[in-house]
Nanobody, 126 residues
Framework: QVQLVESGGGSVQAGGSLRLSCAASGYTFGRYIMGWFRQAPGKGREGVAAISSGGGTTTYADSVKGRFTISRDNAKNTLYLQMNSLEPEDTAMYYC???????????????????WGQGTQVTVSS
């Protein structure tokens, strides 16, 4: 069965960096679109970044453009999110998600993804 396991979260001060990882198993990782999402306390889950199956195409939420970078290593079945210049507003639970097909322009929509990890907490203090 599909399993997604996030890691790399933690507590950092504003301006710091973290690198999240998502280890995938149970399916052909290199054939799936992957995304990172986050959910802050009291708010809905939102799309942060997504990447095509081959890694050649990426998309980002406006709030993280220029600060976050999504990447993947299909040989290692692992998805990454490099987060730089972190802000207190980035504090949230971060989730990775997978689907074998997501319509163009909809890669950051929660409802487009079938498989989800359990999340890793990121806390940014000012």
């Amino acid at each position: 069965q599909v399993q997604l396991v996030e890691s790399g979260g933690g507590s950092v001060q504003a301006g710091g960096s973290l690198r999240l990882s998502c280890a995938a198993s149970g399916y052909t990782f290199g054939r799936y679109i992957m995304g990172w999402f986050r959910q802050a306390p009291g708010k809905g889950r939102e799309g942060v970044a997504a990447i095509s199956s081959g890694g050649g195409t990426t998309t980002y939420a406006d709030s993280v453009k220029g600060r976050f970078t999504i990447s993947r290593d299909n040989a290692k079945n692992t998805l990454y999110l490099q987060m730089n210049s972190l802000e207190p507003e980035d504090t949230a639970m971060y989730y990775c998600a997978a689907d074998d097909w997501v319509s163009g322009g909809r890669w950051l929509l929660v409802n487009e993804y079938t498989y989800w990890g359990q999340g890793t907490q990121v806390t940014v203090s000012s």
